[in-house]
């Protein structure tokens, strides 16, 4: 009895703190899990906005190159024009010479200088097409940056985005941690609390217990002038069992108790006397597995459960015991201690078990009260 109790009330102590603590744990790693998501985030953003600056750095130099070449170009264009004027004024004036002078040495001269003239000017055309060429490469680069940098905002918009929900369910994953954690103290509290009940249950069945020692020994005690052939007094699971023999009690097919049996139940009743509040009794008759009919007694029920009733009387006659204290059963031969079909085996068969149980409801109820 005493193990079952504490079996029951280990198994609810278990199943209250078992939900609470899942719960916690569960909403504690949804939180770390949202915490790192929001962290990872963070680190994103930051690269993308460090990735964004880089491209914005790039794109004003490039715009810088853009400008500084088309100064450039615009320079050459001047210098080409010029150039030009230049040699269309003297492609003039060496027509007029050639017209006048003929082979000459101041016509040649001119001419030297004419084709220098055009060399420089070939030199100025392939530079400003280099510059054109180089012009248009910046802008290719530009248009390239101005593309990065876009791309680049977008992914830092929707990282900031992305960061923002996560902070947003890391925030609610953090107020239900704190509502689990209200729960998990509070069950923690209960624990506490049950597992004071069990240790104060514990002490008092452990208590209970060495009283029902005390009693059989009590009991063996005021009946040490009989016999173990007579009764036999025991104490197992919490309980004692004062187990006596027909032979001591009834005549062969009677239920009436004879002297003998008179005295052990008058000396049993004086050791239960005003001592049976938390006690509840119960008397067993039992038979062997002959069938028996006689005129008064229809049968081995009837007789076991006469012979039980009578030993229920003489201890309430005889101890002061309350009547809802106590209770007779027969068992008939349905719960034999020899299943052996012998003599020796009926006659250990055929007796009338005194069982001395604790009130467990009443211990039970008495440390809910405390």
């Known amino acids: 009895m005493k193990t079952s109790i504490l079996t029951l009330v280990c198994a609810c102590l278990m199943a209250v703190a078992c939900v609470p603590a899942k719960k916690y744990n569960s909403a504690q790693r949804q939180s770390d899990k949202y915490r790192a998501q929001a962290e990872e985030c963070q680190v994103d953003v930051d690269l993308l906005n460090k990735r964004a600056k880089q491209y914005e750095s790039d794109l004003a130099k490039c715009m810088a190159d853009k400008n500084s070449l088309e100064q450039d170009t615009t320079l050459q264009g001047m210098r080409i024009r010029t150039l030009m004027n230049q040699l269309a004024i003297l492609e003039n004036d060496l027509r007029k010479l050639a017209a006048q002078l003929g082979e000459t040495p101041e016509y040649k001269a001119l001419m030297q200088h004419l084709m220098q003239m055009q060399n420089s000017l070939v030199n100025s055309e392939d530079k400003r097409q280099g510059t054109e060429k180089a012009i248009e490469e910046q802008k290719r680069l530009l248009a390239e940056t101005n593309s990065a940098l876009e791309e680049s905002r977008e992914m830092a918009k929707a990282t900031e985005d992305e960061l923002r929900n996560a902070s947003v369910e890391l925030a609610n994953k953090q107020n239900e941690l704190a509502g689990k954690q209200d729960e998990l103290d509070a069950a923690q509290r209960d624990i506490e609390a049950k597992a004071k009940r069990l240790a104060e249950l514990e002490a008092a069945l452990a208590a ?74 119960v008397i067993e008759g039992h038979t062997d597995n002959v069938p028996y009919h006689g005129q008064v007694i229809e049968d081995n029920w009837d007789l076991s459960v006469k012979r039980a009733t009578s030993v229920l009387r003489i201890l309430v006659a005889n101890g002061n015991i309350s009547k809802d204290r106590i209770q007779a059963a027969g068992r008939a031969d349905t719960q034999p201690i020899d299943a052996s079909n012998t003599t020796e085996a009926r006659r250990k068969n055929r007796r009338t078990e005194i069982i001395l149980a604790p009130d467990i409801e009443a211990i039970v109820k008495g440390i809910e009260i405390q």
Not at 211 to 225: F, K, S
Not at 232 to 261: A, D, P
């Open 208 to 281: 209970k217990d060495n009283a029902m020692a005390e009693l059989r020994n009590t009991i063996a005690n005021a009946l040490v002038d009989f016999t173990s052939d007579d009764l036999t007094v025991t104490h197992r699971e919490g309980k004692v069992y004062v187990s006596l023999e027909e032979q001591l009690l009834f005549e062969s097919g009677k239920y009436n108790v004879n002297e003998k049996g008179q005295d052990a139940l008058r000396k049993i009743a004086s050791v239960l006397a005003n001592k049976t509040s938390n006690l509840n009794i």
